[in-house]
C-alpha cells in the first residue's frame, strides 16, 4: 500500500510540472504529420521430423494529414496480412477525407469521405462514399513537443537554469516544424548548420542559457531530439471534431445490392494530459435512412493511450468497442478488444514490442494473444 501511495504522488507530481508552455499555446497556420509504420511476427516450431507450427503476421499502418486554411485532408491506411501453413489471409482498410472550412476564422467545413475495404474473403472491394458538414480542427504540436524534450535535456545538463518562456518555446517550434523550408533554402548537406543557429539564437533570447553557451553538449541533445538517435518523441496531437452526413454505400463485399443511404456522424478528439502523455478518442455511427432508421445501427468506439516512461520506452495501450443492432432480433452484438503494448526504442526508427490482446467478439469464446516482435517507423 506505501509504494502503490508513493507511485501515485509520483505520477500526479508529473501532471504538475512547472512548464511554461502548454500545448494548447501552439497556433499555426499549416499544420502537418505524416506517420508510416510496419512490425511483423513469425513463428515456427518443429517436433521430430513434423513442422508444428508455421505462422507469419504483419502489419502496415499510415496516417497523415495536412491542415492550410482553408482547406484540410487526410489519409489513413490500416493493412494486416498473416500465413498459417498454407492458408493465407489480409484485411486492408483505406480512408482518404478532404475538408473545405466556410470561413477561415472558423470551424467550420464541408466534407466528403471514401473508404475502401477488403479480405481475403471479400468477393470485391467494399466501398462508400460520405458527404456532409462538421465542425472542429486538429493541429499537429509534435515540433513543440520536441522543443519540450530539448528544454528538458538542457536544465538537466545545466546550460539553462529555468524553463523557457511559452514565446521563446512557441518560437523554438516554428523553426522546428520548418525543417523542411531550410533543406529547400540551403539543401539538404547545409541545412543543418543554419537550422541549429536559429534555433540557438531563439534559446539564447530567453537570458537563461549559460555564460559558456549551449555548447557541444547541447547541439548534441538537440541532435538526439531531432533525429531521433537513442530516443524519439511520439506525436502530439490536439483537437476535435464532429461530422455528420449522408453515407452512400457504392459496393458490398459479396457483390450484393449496396442498399439504401445512412445517415453517419463520426467524432474525434486529442490530447496531451501532459508532456509525457496522449489520448485520442474517436467515434463512428450510422444508422440506415429507411424503415430501419434507429432501429438498426452500427457503432465504433475507439480509445488510445499513450504513456512514454523514458526517452526509449513507451506504455501504449487502447480499447475499441463495437457494436451493432439489427431490426431482426432487436438485440445488441458487442465486440471488445483491448491491447497493450511497451515499445523500446532501439535505433534508426527501429522498436523491440511486446504486446498483449483480449478479444470478446459477441457470444464467441474470448482470445488471448502476447505478441514479440520489430517495429519500423518508416516515417
Known amino acids: 500500500m506505501y509504494r502503490f501511495l508513493i507511485f501515485i504522488i509520483f505520477f500526479l507530481s508529473s501532471l504538475l510540472i512547472a512548464q511554461n508552455v502548454r ?3 501552439y497556433q499555426v497556420a499549416v499544420s502537418r504529420a505524416q506517420n508510416l509504420i510496419a512490425d511483423g511476427t513469425w513463428n ?12 507469419a503476421n504483419g502489419s502496415l499502418t499510415m496516417k497523415t494529414f495536412f491542415s492550410s486554411l482553408p482547406t484540410a485532408w487526410f489519409i489513413n491506411l490500416d493493412a494486416v496480412a498473416g500465413k498459417n501453413f498454407s492458408d ?16 477561415n476564422d472558423r470551424d467550420l467545413f464541408a466534407s466528403g469521405r471514401l473508404t475502401l475495404s477488403h479480405a481475403n474473403f471479400y468477393k470485391q472491394v ?17 515540433s513543440l ?95 476535435w471534431d464532429v461530422v455528420a452526413g449522408i453515407l452512400f454505400p457504392l459496393s458490398t463485399r459479396d457483390k450484393s445490392p449496396a442498399g439504401n443511404p445512412n445517415l453517419s456522424v463520426t467524432a474525434e478528439y486529442s490530447y496531451p494530459i501532459n ?46 468497442l463495437v457494436s451493432n443492432k439489427v431490426v431482426e432480433n432487436d438485440k445488441f452484438i458487442l465486440d471488445h478488444y483491448l491491447n ?14 511486446f504486446s498483449s490482446g483480449f478479444a470478446k467478439q459477441g457470444s464467441a469464446p474470448r482470445s488471448l494473444r502476447t505478441t514479440v516482435g520489430i517495429q519500423y517507423n518508416l516515417l
Not at 92 to 103: E, G, P, Q, T
Not at 190 to 206: G, L, N, Q
Open 275 to 320: 508532456w509525457n502523455m496522449q489520448i485520442n478518442t474517436s467515434l463512428i455511427s450510422s444508422t440506415p435512412i429507411d424503415s430501419g432508421f434507429f432501429k438498426t445501427f452500427d457503432v465504433s468506439t475507439k480509445l488510445d493511450f499513450i504513456y512514454e516512461l523514458s526517452n526509449r520506452i513507451n506504455f501504449v495501450a487502447n480499447y475499441q
Open 88 to 103: 493465407y489471409s489480409h484485411n486492408i482498410n483505406l480512408s482518404s477525407s478532404f475538408r473545405k472550412y466556410v470561413w
Open 23 to 25: 500545448v494548447e499555446d
Open 145 to 239: 513537443a520536441k522543443a519540450v524534450r530539448i528544454e528538458d535535456h538542457l536544465i538537466r545538463e545545466k546550460i539553462i537554469s529555468e524553463y523557457l518562456s511559452k514565446e521563446v518555446m512557441v518560437s523554438v517550434a516554428n523553426i522546428i516544424e520548418r525543417e523542411q523550408e531550410y533543406k529547400d533554402t540551403y539543401g539538404n548537406t547545409s541545412y543543418e548548420t543554419f537550422w541549429f543557429d536559429d534555433i540557438e539564437r531563439e534559446i539564447k533570447k530567453s537570458d537563461e542559457v549559460s555564460s559558456d553557451g549551449i555548447g557541444s553538449i547541447g547541439i548534441l541533445r538537440m541532435r538526439q531530439v531531432l533525429f531521433n538517435i537513442n530516443e524519439r518523441v511520439n506525436d502530439r496531437y490536439y483537437g
Open 340 to 353: 497493450a503494448s511497451f515499445l523500446y526504442y532501439l535505433e534508426n526508427n527501429v522498436y523491440f514490442i
Open 126 to 142: 467494399e466501398s462508400r462514399l460520405t458527404v456532409g458538414f462538421g465542425y472542429g480542427r486538429y493541429i499537429n504540436a509534435t
Open 44 to 55: 515456427w516450431a518443429q517436433q521430430g521430423d513434423q513442422v508444428t507450427s508455421n505462422n
